[in-house]
């Protein structure tokens, strides 16, 4: 027995010791891609030594004695700590994440070969200005030096990722950037999907009348009425069943309701505390480890430019410099319609045109899978733009036989001058100089906000398709593609961009919300990303006589609900504080409680509390049992709450209140009953997940922002310590937004949001700040891969100083680049 057990033990031993020793190689080998911040390189491509400070926050301040050198520079600090992101990144626009992922990929790659950004970036790098070419090949130069240094140095493969994956990087060209730049407006482009579940939806609603209700165009003006999409296309059925998207991390197709958002207000001198412009802005994307924002420093000939970069493009996105701040928020523009294309019967390569039929344009395409077999593709386009299949975006079902789909999009260009545009808003000395500097900006479409010293303004950017009067849907469902009235006819001119420079009231600001009224097609858009925070922000702005930087960052944070204020006492109406005390542990009880504390709550989406938690169950519940009814199966693509629909149901604007009744059942239910209906599956739902105790339920254990890594992010034991999981206050609705999943076992995670934020101060330009919501490194081992991260969460910021002595003071590192 003696014998058993002493072998047993030194089994168990060796056995510990060699899972320690694995442990301890897999670390060695990562660590060795661990960038080394205090060193001198030799490289190739700099005419001047470059030097890179790294402040205390590890953001990297970039000095050269000429702007290519600096932009090398950014693109050496790009690679050093971010290379696998952007090295996945490029393989996303070019449509080959199959080679090192398999199958699991084939269908995200076989839709970016079929929009071909990758090609129409290449392509229009011959547009761009001389200063741009410039840049974006110093740039390019820059990652290539550090991705010489990892091979000359060993430096483990520059990310630990490539251990696992064989990922060989060629090296970086200068088209490559732009590259991003489209894979971004994929990232923010929503209407395309937006399309296609109006005409869903209308093939499925017996009264057209009610289209209105569940996808309400956002109050205003009048709008002329949409015509049924059966009208358009006879015979199709009422449902069929579609392909859903590719559901993967590594998927740039955003999902419905979160293709982008952000917050962003101004105050003019008249309306700051000590007399100098104020800006605030906070762009919302998906949440990953590492984050989408890079924070860096550029000191360019004209001086100083410092904020958020996007690793992969020279260029700030959204930051300042002595002279100007900018800030960035989506406009939802409709820059994307749906075309139904009519096949020639006698010939299926070729398509109906207003001058009769004309073939394809047609090419083949390779696409390798690991571990597979390669597939080719035949890619497609007409004169409205790319053919896309029916099993993307469940176009299957809205197509009639003989038709295929194409896609008109503005990113879909090779006169992309977008690049060039950034680049030159970055030297830009006003508000004016900013505008006009942004008019070759393309796509994705964007709000650009601006203030110098004296002024502030704001500025639509970006092509605006010019749409004809007679377009029979107005851009809002597909349309015959065969017919002249619904193609695009070119760009409206810039001017007729929405502006808004040195309002009267001295404040400006958007938070996705509609910013203008005008007729078709000058309208910018029929969707609009919120219609509800801009309330609670015109009440924080117009509260106070005179606003600060602290008073600016109050507001970014605010979690305060405007919708939960405005829909609790409508559904609630009848409900409040009505009969008899019922037994405890009946769903009556719960019921009772469950109001009780809705009764005394201000809305306030605050992690440690309750009521957000009841109240987000209870608004989706409800909305599931309204819409069933009517839409059937269809109800499921309907993932997040629409606030207008709840409220038109239940004030019945238009004989909304009608969704009420369950027209299968014999009664007829009214509103309030589907409102106590709807709270008992809240409760019961909130019971079995997180117990019936409901004074201890915390909405933060609900609301967990979800920065996963794309690639690591679902691996046993791994994703541990590359997923970064946070307690978050906020929600759908609130200044400090928090876009909740609306799907799966957890549908109020933390999914998408600000991942960036910045104040900038111009009455004192170093007291400025901002922050990011993970970390600068995307090195898990890195202390800068999450270190920002408890930072964001409790609404803390960094200095964003342009003083090179405040960093120099405190660099946790300082590389010199010399000429090789």
């Not at 339920?697 to 994703?719: K, Y």
Request: aromatic share 8%; with cysteine.
């Amino acid at each position: 027995m003696g014998i058993v057990f002493r072998w047993l033990v030194r089994i168990t031993s060796a056995l510990v010791m060699l899972t320690l020793g694995a442990v301890l190689l897999v670390y060695f080998l990562a660590s060795q891609s661990l960038p080394e911040y205090n060193q001198t390189v030799a490289v190739r491509g700099v005419t001047a030594p470059v030097e890179i400070v790294r402040d205390t926050a590890n953001v990297p301040h970039v000095l050269g004695q000429s702007d290519p050198d600096v932009f090398f520079g950014l693109g050496y600090a790009h690679a050093q700590d971010r290379l696998w992101q952007m090295t996945v990144m490029r393989r996303t626009a070019q449509g080959r994440l199959s080679e090192v992922f398999g199958a699991r990929t084939v269908n995200i790659d076989k839709l970016l070969r079929r929009l071909d950004l990758y090609g129409l970036a290449h392509r229009s790098f011959q547009v761009q200005d001389d200063y741009t070419k410039a840049a974006l090949r110093a740039y390019a130069a820059g990652v290539n030096a550090r991705l010489d240094e990892i091979n000359e140095m060993a430096l483990g493969r520059g990310a630990p990722e490539m251990f696992l994956f064989n990922a060989p990087v060629s090296p970086w060209q200068p088209g490559d950037s732009l590259a991003v730049i489209k894979l971004m407006a994929l990232q923010l482009s929503g209407h395309l999907e937006d399309e296609v579940l109006r005409a869903r939806t209308s093939l499925m609603l017996n009264d057209s009348a009610r289209l209105a209700d569940i996808l309400p165009d956002v109050p205003g003006a009048g709008i002329a009425a949409l015509p049924e999409y059966a009208t358009l296309f006879p015979g199709l059925p009422r449902y069929a069943h579609g392909t859903p998207m590719p559901d993967s991390p590594l998927s740039p197709f955003p999902k419905r309701g979160l293709a982008g958002a952000s917050n962003a207000w101004t105050a003019a001198p008249s309306r700051s505390a000590i007399g100098g412009t104020l800006l605030a802005n906070d762009p919302h994307l998906g949440f990953t480890a590492p984050g989408v924002w890079y924070l860096a420093r550029l000191e360019l000939a004209k001086g100083g430019v410092i904020g958020a970069t996007i690793p992969g493009v020279p260029a700030v996105m959204a930051g300042r410099s002595d002279r100007l701040g900018w800030g960035l928020t989506s406009s939802y523009l409709d820059d994307q319609d749906v075309h139904i294309e009519r096949l020639n019967p006698d010939n299926p390569e070729e398509y109906e045109t207003p001058d009769g039929f004309k073939a394809f344009r047609a090419r083949p395409s390779i696409i390798e899978i690991k571990d597979e077999a390669p597939i080719t593709l035949t890619l497609r386009w007409t004169e409205n733009g790319p053919v896309l299949p029916g099993s993307h975006y469940d176009l299957e079902t809205i197509t009639p036989p003989g038709h295929v789909t194409s896609l008109s999009w503005t990113a879909l260009s090779a006169q992309d001058t977008s690049m060039s545009a950034a680049l030159a808003l970055m030297n830009a000395d006003s508000v004016r100089q900013g505008i006009e500097a942004a008019e070759g900006y393309i796509a994705p479409s964007q709000n650009l906000s601006l203030v110098d010293r004296t002024t502030i303004g704001m500025k639509l950017i970006g092509a605006m398709p010019r749409r004809a009067l007679r377009n029979q849907s107005r851009g809002r469902i597909p349309t015959p593609g065969w017919l002249n009235e619904n193609r695009w006819q070119g760009r409206l001119p810039y001017a007729d961009n929405p502006e808004f420079v040195a309002p009267a009231g001295g404040i400006l600001g958007n938070t996705n919300n509609k910013i203008i009224d005008r007729p078709f097609p000058e309208h910018v858009s029929y969707e609009w990303g919120d219609t509800q925070r801009i309330h609670r922000w015109q009440r924080l702005m117009q509260s106070r006589e005179v606003h600060t930087r602290d008073s600016f960052i109050e507001a970014q944070l605010d979690t305060v609900s405007f919708t939960a204020r405005s829909l609790l006492p409508l559904i609630g109406a009848d409900l409040w504080f009505t009969g008899a005390s019922a037994p405890e542990g009946t769903p009556e009880r719960l019921r009772q409680i469950a109001l009780g504390l809705l009764a005394e709550w201000n809305g306030e989406m605050n992690e440690h509390l309750p009521e957000p938690l009841i109240y987000a169950a209870w608004l989706r519940a409800l909305q599931i049992r309204l819409i069933s009814d009517e839409l059937g199966p269809l109800a499921a693509e309907y993932k997040h709450v629409e606030p207008l629909f709840i409220e038109r149901v239940y004030r019945d604007i238009d004989g909304a209140a009608v969704w009420c009744d369950v027209r299968q059942s014999a009664p007829v239910e009214t509103c309030t009953d589907m409102a106590r209906l709807a709270l008992d599956d809240a409760l019961i739902w909130i019971s079995e997940k997180y117990g019936g105790a409901l004074e201890s339920l915390r909405w933060g254990d609900a609301h967990q922002a979800t920065h996963d890594h794309p690639v690591l992010g679902s691996v046993p034991v791994l994703r541990f310590f590359v997923n970064i999981r946070q307690s978050t206050s906020g929600g759908d609705n609130t200044l400090l937004r928090g876009r909740t999943s609306g799907e799966g076992p957890d549908p109020f995670q933390n999914v998408h949001g600000a991942g960036y934020r910045g104040v900038y101060d111009f009455a004192d330009p170093d007291s400025s700040v901002f922050i990011t919501a993970t970390g600068q490194s995307g090195h898990f081992l890195s202390r800068y891969y999450d270190d920002q991260a408890q930072l964001w969460r409790r609404g803390e910021y960094i200095p964003m100083s342009l003083d090179l002595d405040l960093a120099r003071a405190a660099a946790v590192g300082v590389t010199h680049l010399t000429p090789r």
